[in-house]
């Protein structure tokens, strides 16, 4: 590999050993665990030429002959960005396994998901608790955050453990993969350029030791472009069968949060339009623990979707012009959403001696339906609690499709008056006759359920 001179930054070069003081000493408070030798230690190879740390590409240059080293200025960028990340411990999103064997080692060069990196890492021999070191296939870090101090396993099945991470960390290393492909792709450009043709000097560039010329390496990647509503009205069914969709969906923002790659192009199942493209985190944020045929357990994290950030998902569900002329949600949406929200003053409580209130709601929620919403009719939805001492299995509520449909549109012209407005009137001449074919997205076990 050339040597590359970054032109007007030797004088802001530190070396590793003092990147790594730095590093560490700058996220010492940050809520996010980092690692303490994010420069020399593996999956970091010199030959590389740069460190992923947070969302921050950190390049490693080599100046006029001496030890390779890093700015110090792009290094306090980073630890400045991941001490601003917020996180909660108990926001957590199932990363694997999802029951696919490893893919065979990539050739070098080739970037590994993190999520295959941390699978192959906990079953080779050793588990999380064993750091990669020299040649070691493990990594030792992520992006600079040591994961095993955040990661939790929780069982699975009669004899397996299912691995979790919480959300913010998610969220964080997806946009970190995009940022670290996207520079790869940007450097590979660069390479082909300067073996093709020799550049002129200008500012921005730099020459390597043999006198070709490249960009800048700490060049910033190109940056997502917000969604716009570009795929609106699209049936998913047409969309996902398109070469190079699954690239054209990478380059938008989530069109949930706002703030990582988007991963996968949502859609609803029930009248087959896409919503819009979305990161991995918030694909599975709106999944109840389980759902079979018709029937789901309602988890924690409807809070969110019904409560703190209730505007943002209902304006995402309403993307889907089924629903948003019939103003209302798909089925098992629709379903969770009145267990969660219109029988909560019939959900049981006990006393909690830890709680300022004294009481807290008892069990865990379910909620079954028979019927389709297809039939309005005769849909029942049954809500019940599950592992509640005053009655496990005990039923609060048979609500039928109709009247749960009508109490909805009554409480979101109270809760998000904007999306209320821009739904119905119930017209559906426009809307698929019968649910399109629906092309299952195998990214992950049970991650498409919506």
């Not at 030792?140 to 396993?153: K, T």
Request: glycine fraction near 8%.
């Amino acid at each position: 590999m050339s040597e590359r001179v970054t032109a007007g930054r030797v004088d802001g070069l530190i070396s590793l050993g003092a990147a790594d003081a730095l590093w560490a000493g700058l996220t010492a408070g940050s809520v996010v665990p980092t690692a303490s030798a994010v420069f020399t230690s593996f999956p970091v190879h010199v030959q590389a030429g740069y460190v992923l740390l947070g969302r921050r590409v950190v390049a490693m240059v080599k100046a006029s002959g001496g030890p390779w080293g890093v700015s110090e200025m792009e290094v306090r960028r980073a630890a400045t960005e991941l001490s601003a990340v917020e996180m909660d411990r108990q926001d957590l999103v199932r990363i694997g396994p999802f029951g696919s064997a490893l893919k065979p080692e990539q050739n070098e060069g080739t970037l590994v998901p993190w999520r295959e990196r941390i699978s192959r890492d906990l079953q080779e021999a050793g588990g999380p608790g064993r750091p990669g070191q020299g040649g070691d296939a493990r990594p030792s870090h992520l992006a600079g955050i040591d994961w095993r101090r955040l990661l939790v396993q929780r069982p699975h099945g009669r004899t397996a453990r299912a691995w979790w991470l919480p959300r913010a960390v998610v969220r964080l290393l997806d946009a970190a993969a995009h940022t670290e492909t996207q520079w790869q792709h940007a450097r590979r450009a660069r390479q082909a350029n300067t073996a093709v043709t020799e550049l002129p000097d200008r500012p921005g560039r730099t020459r390597a030791a043999d006198g070709g010329q490249t960009t800048s390496p700490d060049a910033p990647a190109v940056p997502l472009r917000p969604y716009n509503g570009e795929l609106q009205g699209q049936l998913y069914s047409v969309l996902s069968r398109k070469p190079g969709m699954a690239r054209k969906v990478a380059r938008w923002q989530c069109a949930v949060c706002r703030t990582a790659p988007a991963t996968v192009l949502d859609h609803c199942h029930e009248h087959g339009y896409a919503r819009a493209p979305v990161c991995q985190s918030c694909n599975t944020q709106e999944r109840p623990d389980h759902l079979y045929s018709n029937d789901i357990r309602v988890a924690g994290h409807y809070t969110r979707l019904f409560d703190t950030q209730a505007a943002d998902w209902l304006r995402h569900w309403h993307r889907c012009p089924g629903c948003r002329a019939r103003t209302t949600l798909p089925l098992a949406h629709l379903a969770a959403w009145t267990a969660h929200v219109a029988c909560r003053p019939q959900r049981p409580t006990h006393r909690d001696a830890r709680s300022s209130r004294g009481r807290k709601p008892c069990g865990a929620l379910r909620v079954s339906w028979t019927g389709s919403h297809h039939a309005p009719h005769a849909c029942v939805l049954t809500v019940a609690v599950d592992f509640c001492p005053s009655g496990e299995h005990r039923v609060l509520a048979h609500v039928s499709y109709r009247e749960a449909a009508e109490q909805f549109r009554t409480w979101l012209a109270e809760t998000a008056p904007s999306v209320a407005a821009a739904a119905g009137p119930d017209r559906t001449d426009d809307l698929p006759a019968q649910p399109r074919p629906v092309i299952a997205d195998t990214n992950g076990d049970g991650l498409a359920l919506f």
